[in-house]
């Protein structure tokens, strides 16, 4: 089956047609602890999660550990313990990591786990019954860092005369009895898929690097090792283990219930609409994954997004120099949501990003304190203080008032238009537009000032304003949902009508609101620091 459903430019269309959303981020490798860019890709799932939910949809999202291999094996013998109970404590650092950045995965898999092996074991014997896995040998150059095979022009000479993969790492030559994968077959369909629908890779730019290389040739694959056994064994031959990318790749089958393609799980989410990944690893997915479910005959994911890396203040991140990020320290030092909001903000999603420290206390001090922050701070307290605690009546809307209310209502159809194509930051820039036209029309319209001249007219100001308010914090629950939860609160917005289907039912004047708090205070830097 060369398609699955609807290309996903077609499914982003279609509406309220299919109702279900399927959202995944790499298994990440447990190798080592988890670090920012493990944090930045699954926020963008979670992102996107969130926004599905509450626009309706019946959402999956699920992230994970890639837990075989040769690289695995290695670190557990350099940690002195067993490959299993070394795979168990990593394996719960990024376990945690869900859980301190309130992501809302629905699943959290493991390629360790039983199920998961069943669907691996499956999966192959498909492809080897369907004529496209055979038995040979291999000889050629293997990183372990990446657990990937490259061609000798893909290699470059490091200082001491090594070569090197074009990601860095070392590569050795190994010569091992291997089974294949007829990789070679599909270099026609494969392009034939990228023409037909070019939303199926994206950022654009990751779309031509999968182009260009598959248009430079594909040799079948190398699909199984014999010189470790941290893995899952191949059916009939326990002589081999899979190779890795066929065992990590499946793990997306898997947690909808295959090889069971009659579960409930299976029907309503597969094919996935989104496998978000890092550009490392992106063509693993965007040309194994495809090849490997055309040739089992199974449904094609709708669209492969690549992530990039991030810098710190201009120096690539790396453990030798070190200066790797830690999510939860940075999380510990400015705050959850403002580090949520600062890392789809920043940077065009998909392209790469510079952390630096003066950058993400501008955002703060910037767009969250001085922006959203003080609107709702100031607008909420003039309600509570000159309006009986309640939202005002409103009398009838000006032009100014209508270009307001009308400019929030149209950010809900923005924000599903560009968070569809992970233009996080596009959307979020449309967000701010609105929120500066807020303050503008607050600072125009002066309202502590008609307090003393037309109190009806101050009533009709505020309640478009708290009314502003209350769409724009709505939208940005999946960005920052504690935040976000906390203003909602001191409107006293039921819990139940919190959904993006309640924007349209505008705010009831007469509703009781508490003394407003703070929500993003100024960021202060120590003396010294």
């Not at 290695?74 to 301190?100: H, N, W």
């Not at 950010?411 to 500066?436: A, M, P, T, Y």
């Not at 509703?511 to 830097?525: A, H, M, S, T, W």
Request: proline fraction near 5%; aromatic fraction near 12%; glycine fraction near 6%.
């Amino acid at each position: 089956m060369l398609f699955g459903a609807l290309c996903y430019q077609e499914f982003i269309m279609s509406g309220s047609e299919n109702r279900s959303f399927y959202i995944t981020t790499p298994i990440y490798y447990v190798n080592d602890k988890p670090h920012i860019g493990h944090a930045y890709c699954t926020l963008a799932c979670d992102v996107l999660a969130r926004f599905k939910r509450l626009d309706g949809y019946n959402v999956k999202f699920l992230t994970g550990t890639d837990e075989h291999g040769q690289k695995v094996e290695a670190s557990a013998e350099k940690a002195g313990i067993d490959p299993q109970a070394f795979t168990d404590q990593v394996s719960q650092k990024f376990r945690d990591l869900t859980e301190v950045c309130n992501f809302s995965n629905d699943d959290f898999i493991r390629t360790t786990e039983e199920r998961h092996k069943k669907a691996c074991q499956k999966i192959w014997q498909v492809l080897e019954d369907k004529g496209y896995i055979y038995l040979g040998s291999y000889a050629g150059w293997y990183a372990v860092r990446d657990e990937a095979f490259y061609t000798e022009t893909e290699l470059t000479k490091g200082p001491n005369g090594e070569k090197i993969a074009p990601t860095g790492a070392e590569v050795e030559w190994v010569e091992e009895p291997s089974y294949f994968f007829k990789l070679s077959a599909f270099e026609d369909k494969l392009l034939e898929l990228y023409e037909n629908d070019p939303s199926f890779v994206g950022p654009d730019s990751r779309r031509n690097e999968v182009i260009s290389f598959v248009k430079g040739g594909l040799r079948d694959l190398s699909v199984s090792r014999t010189t470790f056994k941290w893995g899952v064994q191949v059916p009939g031959n326990d002589e081999h283990i899979m190779y890795v990318w066929l065992d990590a790749l499946t793990n997306y089958l898997t947690a909808v219930g295959y090889p069971d393609e009659e579960s409930e799980d299976y029907k309503e989410f597969w094919p996935a609409n989104v496998h978000m990944v890092g550009k490392d690893i992106l063509r693993f997915h965007a040309i194994y994954w495809p090849a490997f479910l055309m040739a089992a005959d199974l449904p094609l994911p709708k669209r492969i997004y690549a992530t990039g890396w991030w810098t710190i203040e201009g120096q690539k991140i790396s453990k030798s120099v070190g200066n790797v990020i830690d999510p939860l320290s940075i999380i510990e030092e400015y705050g959850l949501d403002q580090v949520r909001y600062f890392l789809l903000r920043e940077v065009p999603f998909g392209k790469d990003g510079d952390y630096s420290k003066r950058a993400i206390i501008s955002r703060m001090n910037g767009d969250l304190a001085n922006d959203i922050g003080n609107l709702s701070q100031r607008v909420l307290s003039m309600v509570f203080k000159n309006c009986e605690g309640k939202i005002p009546e409103h009398g009838e809307f000006t032009d100014a008032d209508k270009v307001l209310l009308d400019s929030v209502s149209s950010l809900h159809q923005k924000l599903r238009n560009e968070f569809d194509k992970q233009s996080f930051h596009k959307g979020l820039e449309s967000v701010w537009e609105v929120i500066s036209a807020a303050n503008k029309y607050v600072d125009e319209q002066a309202p502590w000032a008609l307090r003393k001249t037309d109190l009806p007219r101050m009533g009709t100001v505020l309640y478009v304003l708290s009314e502003s308010i209350r769409q724009i914090a709505i939208l940005l629950q999946p960005v920052m949902p504690q935040s976000m939860e906390r203003m909602l609160d001191q409107l006293n917005l039921p819990a139940d009508v919190r959904q993006f289907s309640d924007l349209t039912t505008p705010l009831a004047s007469g509703l009781p609101i508490d003394k407003p708090q703070g929500i993003f205070p100024r960021y202060v830097e120590e003396e010294g620091a």
